[in-house]
C-alpha cells in the first residue's frame, strides 16, 4: 500500500485545514489508518487514529474536540479536519496505516506504511 498525504498549507491561528492521504492497494479497506505529527525540534507524535470501518476513532488530548479523523473505503482515502488551529499545531503530519487486526492504535510500530507527510504552519 502506498499514501499520499495532502491538504497542508499555511493559515492563521483559529483557522481549519483538511488534510487527505490517499491509498493505493486493495487492502485499505481492511487497514486501520492514523495521523501522526512532528513538529520542529520534537519527536513524531500521535494524532488520532480510525479503525476499518470508521466505528472506532481515537484522539490525542491535544486535539481532542478540535480535530476529526474519518474515511471514504470507496475513495480509498481518510480525511484528518483540523479546526481552531493553534500555533503548537505546527508540524508535518504523516499518515499510516496497518492491519492492527481491527483495532486502533497510537503506537507508530504497529502501523506498516506510512505516507511522505505534508506540512501544516499555524501562525499567531
Known amino acids: 500500500v502506498q499514501l499520499q498525504a495532502s491538504g497542508g498549507g499555511l493559515v492563521q491561528a483559529g483557522g481549519s485545514l483538511r488534510l487527505s492521504c490517499a491509498a493505493s492497494?486493495?487492502?485499505?479497506?481492511?487497514?486501520?489508518m492514523g495521523w501522526f505529527r512532528q513538529a520542529p525540534g520534537k519527536e513524531r507524535e500521535f494524532v488520532a487514529a480510525?479503525?476499518?470501518?470508521?466505528?472506532?476513532?481515537d484522539y490525542a488530548d491535544s486535539v481532542k474536540g478540535r480535530f476529526t479523523i474519518s474515511r471514504d473505503n470507496a475513495k480509498n482515502t481518510v480525511y484528518l479536519q483540523m479546526n481552531s488551529l493553534k500555533p503548537d499545531d505546527t508540524a508535518v503530519y504523516y499518515c499510516?496505516?496497518?492491519?492492527?487486526?481491527?483495532?486502533?492504535?497510537?503506537?507508530?510500530?504497529?502501523?506498516?506504511?506510512w505516507g511522505q507527510g505534508t506540512e501544516v504552519t499555524v501562525s499567531s
Open positions: 480510525i479503525n476499518w470501518s470508521g466505528g472506532s476513532t
Open positions: 499510516a496505516g496497518g492491519s492492527l487486526a481491527g483495532r486502533i492504535s497510537r503506537i507508530q510500530a504497529r502501523y506498516n506504511y
Open positions: 492497494g486493495r487492502t485499505f479497506s481492511t487497514a486501520a
